[in-house]
Each structure stands twice: as C-alpha cells, then as structure tokens.
C-alpha cells in the first residue's frame, strides 16, 4: 500500500523559496511516495540542501540533516551510550531518530563520512528498509514516510573519496546544476534586495569564472556566493569590494589566480 502524502499543516512555515531547474521536484515526491532513497549530485552552492529542505516543508515532514566530514562515523549517525546521572543510557543518532520518528534523513556530503557509514546505510537504502543497531540488539524497521537522502559533489571525487557501485546503485540520482542566467539573476535579486539589473553582471562574471572550473579552479562561484556579493552591494558596499570578498576571495588562495580573477572582474563589471 502506498504511503498517503502528508497534508502540510497551515501553521507551520512556508516552504523555503526553491526555483525548480527542471522536473526534480515532481521526482522527489515519486520517490518518497515509493519510498526509493534519492542521490543528489552537483557542485557546491548550487541548491542541493535548499532542495531538500523545501521537499520536507512542502510534504510536512520532519528533515534530520547530517553534514558529512573526516570524523563523522556509524555510531555518530546511529547512537551510542553516554553516561548520564551516573547511569549509562543509549542516546540514539540523528539517523536512528529519523527512522523511529519518520522524515528525511539527509546525508550532506556523504562521501567525506567514514567508510564504516555505508555499512550501515545498505540495508536502508534497499527493499529491506531497515536500520540493525548492534549495540542495542534492535533492528529498526523503517516506516512509511521514511526517506534517506545522500548527497556530494563529483567535482571533488577521488579513488580515496567516492562512492562505490554498490552504494551508488542502492539510490535513484538527481544532477544539480546551476540555473540559466535569468533564472539566477532572479533569485540572487529576490535573496539580496539588489534590483536585477545590478546583479545581472555578477551572474555574468559567475558564468566567466565557473568555466575555468578543473583549469586554474577547483570549483566556480556558487549562486550562494553570488547571493554574498549582492547582499553586500545592496548594503552600500562598493561593487568592486563586494566582488572581492564575495567571488574572488573565498575561490582561491594563490595571488597569480586572484589577480587573473580580478582581471576578468573588471572585464564584466567594469
């Protein structure tokens, strides 16, 4: 039987603004509505955790967020026992949370976790549906309105840091990207207060740098840091300061790459 889209209680906040780039959000609903978990790729800054929690607002569910990193392992996601009032009491992760509970669990930047999580995310990502603790001798079963979302950016994959076959093949995948021009343009303007004729140039110097992505770039500029750039200019400070702090700065280090940066800046913006 399938699971019945929760209503979306009129109490509760609007969705956050999410500008659709294609059909992603009819995908996402399909996909929880068949409790398939879903992958989402794409670079850094480009909407993914926005994304997810719109879904979660607009289907009424509660989001548990994970922000992946070096240190992150099973029993971070899982739980533990901590001592407590001079007793020991098993405190449950944020994924196990998710699961008694119900939600999205989402997984941001799942391949910076440590390698034991994918263990135990397996048996939640395929028809089985469940979450074994160990430590507690349970195995959780996932309820209906249950959904594990795990997301990374490939830009950044490596032999050390990707996912292998049999992880990535447990998921249904969604690719992010960066919106057209107007679209950017637009969203930039409604987050920051800067009229769109002011940010139309930063989107198009953004266009200029994220094409030197993997030349003289790891990555490009992010529509969040377009939304840096804006908010600054709309606060007074100068277009020239704002670029620097909010475009060039935060892309590289290296002074050769930054004075090619600000050299291109001034070709676009003048």
């Known amino acids: 039987m399938k699971p019945a889209l929760h209503a979306i209680d009129a109490t509760l906040p609007a969705p956050p603004t999410y500008t659709p780039a294609g059909n992603e959000c009819a995908l996402f609903e399909h996909a929880w509505k068949r409790r398939v978990p879903l992958l989402l790729k794409g670079p850094t800054g480009c909407g993914k955790t926005r994304f997810v929690a719109h879904m979660a607002a607009r289907l009424g569910l509660p989001l548990f967020t994970v922000s992946c990193h070096d240190d992150l392992t099973a029993a971070d996601l899982t739980g533990r026992y901590l001592l407590k009032g001079g007793e020991t009491v098993w405190v449950d992760g944020p994924l196990t949370r998710a699961v008694r509970q ?44 249950f959904m594990l979302v795990v997301s990374y950016n490939p830009g950044y994959q490596s032999l050390l840091k990707a996912l292998k076959p049999s992880t990535r093949q447990r998921f249904a995948a969604i690719e992010f990207g960066f919106l057209a021009p107007e679209q950017e343009i637009a969203v930039v303007a409604a987050e920051s207060g800067l009229p769109s004729e002011r940010v139309a140039p930063l989107v198009a110097l953004a266009g200029r740098l994220r094409k030197l992505k993997g030349h003289d770039l790891e990555e490009g500029v992010s529509t969040r840091l377009l939304v840096y750039c804006a908010s600054l200019i709309s606060e007074g400070l100068p277009v020239r300061d704002a670029v620097l702090a909010g475009l060039i700065e935060p892309l590289t280090d290296d002074a050769d790459v930054k004075a090619a940066l600000i050299e291109v800046a001034g070709v676009v913006i003048g």
């Open 102 to 145: 119900g939600g999205i669990c989402y997984l941001d930047e799942v391949v910076e976790a440590r390698k034991d999580v994918a263990v135990v995310l397996h048996p939640l990502a395929d028809d089985r549906r469940v979450l074994p603790l160990e430590r507690t001798g349970e195995e959780l079963q996932a309820p209906p309105h």
